[in-house]
Structure formats: C-alpha cells, structure tokens
C-alpha cells in the first residue's frame, strides 16, 4: 500500500551493456547507504572513477544482485529485437541535468539497433498496526518513500564511440549520485518515527519493469 504524497525520486541512469550492472548497482547502494537505517560498517567500490558507498547486509546485497541480473537481461533481450537502422544522437547535457553530457552518434544496424531502455524501484514501507480492532490481519506495510532509476543502455561499435559512451557513463553517474545526495538531504520531513525494535525497522522492496514511457533519452533522439 502506497501512502498518499509518499515522494517518488526519478534518477538517470546510462551505459553500455558491459558496464550497466556495474552503473546500476552503484547507485542502487548509494540510495540504501542513506536509507538503510540500522548501524552498518559502511565499504566503497569504485566504479567509473567513484567511490562509491555500498551496504554490506547479505539480504540487501543478493536482492540487489538478483534484480539487476533480472534487469541486464530485459535490457538484452530489448537490444535484440529488430528495429528499423537509423542514427542515434546523444546531444549536450547541462551541468545541472543528469544526462550524459557528451554528444556520441550510435547508428543502428543489423537487427535490434543496441538499444535498451528499463527501469528498477525502491520502495521503503513502514509498519502500521489497523486501527480497527477486528482486523486480525496483522501490521499493514504503507510506502513512505520510493526511488525509480530509469537506465538506458547504449552499445558503441566504434573506438570512437565507446570513449563518448564511457564519457557520458561517468558524466551520468556523477550527477545523479549527486542528486540522490541532495534530494535525500532536502527531503526529510517525510520520514516515519522508529518505532519497531527489529533489526531494520523499514522493509524494502526492489522491483524492475519495462521503461515504457519516454525519458531524456528518447526525447533527446538516442534511439
């Protein structure tokens, strides 16, 4: 069940196909370091330059790892399809957006064009107990709070191109890293009381699915 106003963050996330679940799992981290509220060691890993904050919790880690695995394959099996050949342009991002910021033309060929677009959620529930006395269902799990990272994955075929495509990976990342650092810094008000003794007092989901309406990038003519 989803709390009326619960805020919902909208990220950006862009790679190739050997790099986005590196890219993927990276900010997926980030947004539990600063969510995931019990006392953790906290560790880094670089990736693309960055280093980057990671939860070393097992549970987190292997949802995680599963679901960008679920992820990498939707994006593969939607590069595979056929498409119509035509030129792909990644035009100039400002400083303050998070899309990549140098400008790579990718053209399509063949069959799928080697582009891929989906999605992965976050979603942070707390628990309510029913107010009613003879509802004998248990606490009711109420979202306070989610995260959508929209990911396009574009294959470069030339030197050339793959140095524009690594460019606009890092430019990318910076910048949304960024922008979970200071939504999450803004947006406290939300934030339900601790009010459960368990170990992690907020459950979590992560769910992926396709990215069907169109982002920057299909508005900006990547593909």
């Not at 498409?83 to 910021?101: E, I, S, Y």
């Amino acid at each position: 069940m989803e709390q009326p106003g619960a805020p919902e963050f909208i990220l950006e996330a862009f790679a190739d196909p050997n790099s986005v679940r590196e890219v993927v799992k990276g900010i997926l981290h980030t947004i539990f370091f600063l969510r995931f509220f019990p006392s953790v060691l906290p560790q880094t890993r670089d990736v693309f330059g960055l280093e980057l904050a990671y939860v070393p919790e097992a549970e987190i880690e292997t949802l995680i790892d599963q679901r960008v695995t679920a992820l990498a394959r939707q994006l593969e099996l939607e590069r595979n399809q056929p498409h119509q050949p035509q030129q792909h342009h990644l035009r100039h991002q400002g400083p303050g957006g998070t899309g990549p910021a140098s400008s790579p033309s990718l053209s399509g060929g063949g069959g799928g064009n080697g582009s891929g677009r989906g999605q992965v959620t976050i979603q942070f529930f707390e628990k309510r107990r029913p107010k009613a006395w003879y509802n004998m269902r248990g606490d009711h799990e109420i979202c306070w709070e989610s995260w959508t990272v929209k990911v396009t994955v574009a294959e470069p075929r030339t030197e050339g191109e793959r140095a524009k495509v690594r460019k606009a990976t890092e430019t990318t990342l910076q910048n949304t890293i960024m922008n979970i650092i200071t939504l999450v810094n803004t947006h406290k008000d939300h934030l339900p009381p601790i009010t459960s003794t368990e170990v992690n007092p907020f459950p979590f989901q992560i769910n992926i699915n396709q990215h069907k309406e169109a982002g920057w990038a299909a508005r900006m003519g990547i593909y």
